[in-house]
């Protein structure tokens, strides 16, 4: 097997920040999901600042029912910011979901805010290095007063 590298994942940056999630299907000359000849595939990214879309744990919850109702047909991966910075998606400060769902994308970006854009990513390093869900809710700060 190849090693990875950054270049990997192509960005697109041809969709402004704030279109619809429709623009993540929108794939300008080739057809939505059509894989380029290094084996990349034209998916959606909701980009947003780190903790918008993890940070009360139902896109965990989200991604986890995916999986399990699909299994490996489930074609959605949460970048952490480290990931997105060293895939040159965005920056440190920034989270990210890749589907190639846009309707999962839109749902999302309504219910948590951020931008999609189109982006060409490999499934198979997206499968590598974005495999783990996003981090679970922090608990609730619950107790007893006395």
């Keep these: 097997m190849a090693p990875q590298s950054a270049s990997a994942a192509v960005p697109s940056h041809t969709a402004a920040s704030g279109q619809a999630a429709t623009a993540a299907a929108s794939t300008g000359s080739s057809p939505a999901g ?17 903790g918008q879309l993890s940070g009360d744990g139902q896109l965990r919850e989200l991604i986890q029912e995916q999986r399990e109702r699909k299994g490996a047909e489930a074609a959605i991966w949460y970048l952490p910011p480290a990931l997105v910075r060293q895939l040159g998606l965005g920056t440190a ?4 979901v890749a589907s190639a769902d846009a309707a999962t994308l839109t749902w999302l970006q309504l219910r948590f805010g951020g931008a999609v854009r189109p982006c060409n990513l490999r499934p198979e390093d997206l499968a590598q290095q974005a495999a783990a869900l996003p981090p679970a809710a922090p608990l609730a700060g619950v107790g007893l007063r006395g």
């Design 34 to 50: 059509a894989a380029g000849p290094d084996g990349s595939r034209r998916l959606g990214l909701l980009l947003g600042p780190q």
């Design 93 to 96: 400060e920034e989270e990210a």
